[in-house]
T-cell receptor
């Protein structure tokens, strides 16, 4: 079973617009991570936010974490066609070792 | 510095056969995790190896087994293949002392079972 569930499942936007993806999870976590996957390729780590952090930035990425609601969001600002990919949130349960991925949001950015 | 490498990249098997997939972790990493990703789905955790031992296992049958060698490379073996085993198999390595942070993924081995 998957710990994180992303919303929406798919998102189509124009280049230059912002893209927001949401993730909900079920249990206590050490941290939450976001990964990106180009079609059929390996996943690439984007950003990690620890359970005691509320917001984190990296370039055009902004991640928020609300542990009381067990949710996180990933904002990509000023999107580009090259941002077209699947985005996954991932969590590690407190005291656990495995990283559990959600089903992903498929983002399509139209040029 | 080589990243995570996996082999083979593609392979086709028939039902009932056995397959072995291989992974070399990123230099300096001692922990290897394996994931199965069906088309359109997120990666599903199979198991994790640390210090040559299976440290944690996901919800996969015993047909899925693995091994980690002293050089930290790893193998995933799947016996008695089923059509439903067709998927992208991803290997990920992480830094020493456990899996509390970033995973580095290989490009995967795409298995097709006919």
């Amino acid at each position: 079973s998957q710990q994180g569930e992303e919303d929406p499942q798919a998102l189509s936007i124009q280049e230059g617009e912002n893209a927001t993806m949401n993730c909900s999870y079920k249990t206590s976590i050490n941290n939450l991570q976001w990964y990106r996957q180009n079609s059929g390729r390996g996943l690439v780590h984007l950003i990690l936010i620890r359970s005691n952090e509320r917001e984190k930035h990296s370039g055009r990425l902004r991640v928020t974490l609300d542990t009381s609601k067990k949710s996180s969001s990933l904002l990509i600002t000023a999107s580009r066609a090259a941002d077209t990919a699947s985005y996954f949130c991932a969590t590690i349960n407190t005291g656990g070792f495995k990283t559990i991925f959600g089903a992903g949001t498929r983002l399509f950015v139209k040029a | 510095d080589a990243g995570v490498t996996q082999s083979p990249t593609h392979l086709i098997k028939t039902r009932g056969q056995q397959v072995t997939l291989r992974c070399s972790p990123k230099s300096g990493h001692d922990t290897v995790s394996w994931y199965q990703q069906a088309l359109g789905q997120g990666p599903q955790f199979i198991f994790q190896y640390y210090e040559e031992e299976e440290r944690q296992r996901g919800n996969f049958p015993d047909r899925f087994s693995g091994h980690q060698f002293p050089n930290y490379s790893s193998e995933l073996n799947v016996n008695a293949l089923l059509l439903g085993d067709s998927a992208l198999y991803l290997c990920a390595s992480s830094l020493p002392h456990g899996n509390t942070g970033e995973l580095f993924f290989g490009e995967g081995s795409r298995l097709t079972v006919l």
